[in-house]
């Protein structure tokens, strides 16, 4: 709606008006001045009547364009008469080109980092079948360790890039909760063991609406964040709780903690913490940020309770198959 052209017409109209009465008062001596009064009072009653409604129309406006601005998507075209429209229809292409063609290379990129992990993942299962050629006891268990965190870092990579992938795989079905979490301590049972880890599990037999492979790697994560930051006495307890609409699923590590002023923000991507894990690790800051991007998608709710030094404890609420 372009106001300025209607505050020009209405000033135009304000002009017209004056000039018609200074005309009428000293050209039109002999006409009569009641005949001009009434003229303008008819003429203030229909500018009144037209004032009213184009405020009316005017509010009605500003109430669509609040709860426009409040969508996350381009409204530009529902307001075809705004001033300057082909200016916003010109600046939106361009930015819309920009995008896709940014989009584009991002693909591009998630493409050759996912072939790039498939390739790697190829040597490193031979590699970890040839060190047990190794006669060094010590020495093998150390290369072991070190392979098993490349492979757990491809694992990670291989999936990041499905997470932002706009074609994220996700099947939601009914899938066993206590198969997986068997998975998951399966997957880090070398991590386990090599770390003296006392494992106390108490998962009810149950099934759940998720998708299993993205529900592992999540229960993954947080084991791996366990075994990273354990203390003297290294444990992790799993157990879960159930209603007849949902399960909650707890995972609880006896390690460092989190500090009061982290743990609102643990789930931000890039956010390290303050501590910095005493310099022992460098955190990237991305696995519970991909953590809480892949519940949200599978619809789940994850919240966290902990003490600094004391222990952490992990819930995911999921919703229960009846």
């Given at each position: 709606m372009n106001y300025l052209k209607r505050r020009k017409q209405i000033l135009f109209s304000l002009f017209l008006c004056l000039a018609y009465n200074l005309y009428f008062i000293f050209l039109l001596p002999e006409v009569k001045l009641q005949y001009l009064l009434y003229l303008d009072f008819l003429l203030a009653a229909a500018g009144c009547f037209f004032a009213v409604f184009d405020y009316l129309k005017f509010r009605n406006f500003r109430h669509r364009k609040a709860e426009m601005m409040q969508l996350k998507t381009i409204i530009y075209q529902e307001f075809p008469d705004m001033e300057n429209y082909d200016i916003a229809v010109h600046d939106t292409k361009v930015l819309q080109e920009e995008l896709k063609e940014q989009f584009d290379l991002n693909c591009d990129l998630q493409d050759y980092i996912a072939k790039w992990c498939h390739e790697v993942k190829i040597p490193l299962a031979a590699s970890l079948l040839m060190i047990e050629k190794i006669e060094d006891e010590t020495l093998r268990l150390s290369v072991r360790e070190q392979l098993e965190h490349i492979n757990h870092q491809l694992k990670s990579a291989l999936l990041g890039c499905k997470v932002q992938s706009v074609l994220f795989d996700i099947q939601i079905k009914s899938v066993s909760l206590p198969e997986c979490v068997r998975t998951s301590i399966h997957n880090n049972q070398f991590f386990l063991i090599r770390n003296h880890f006392r494992l106390e599990t108490e998962?009810?037999?149950?099934?759940?609406?998720?998708?299993?492979?993205?529900?592992?790697?999540?229960?993954?994560?947080l084991i791996s964040n366990a075994v990273k930051y354990a203390m003297e006495q290294p444990m992790i307890k799993i157990w879960s709780e159930q209603t007849k609409e949902s399960v909650r699923l707890f995972l609880k590590d006896y390690g460092e903690g989190i500090a009061q002023s982290d743990i609102r923000r643990i789930f931000e991507k890039g956010y390290t913490g303050s501590s910095h894990h005493n310099g022992k690790y460098k955190s990237t800051g991305m696995g519970l940020y991909m953590t809480a991007k892949i519940l949200k998608k599978l619809g789940h709710d994850i919240s966290v309770e902990s003490r600094q030094g004391c222990y952490t404890s992990f819930c995911i609420e999921m919703k229960r198959v009846q």
């Open positions: 998962v009810v037999d149950c099934f759940v609406y998720t998708d299993k492979a993205w529900l592992v790697y999540v229960l993954d994560q």
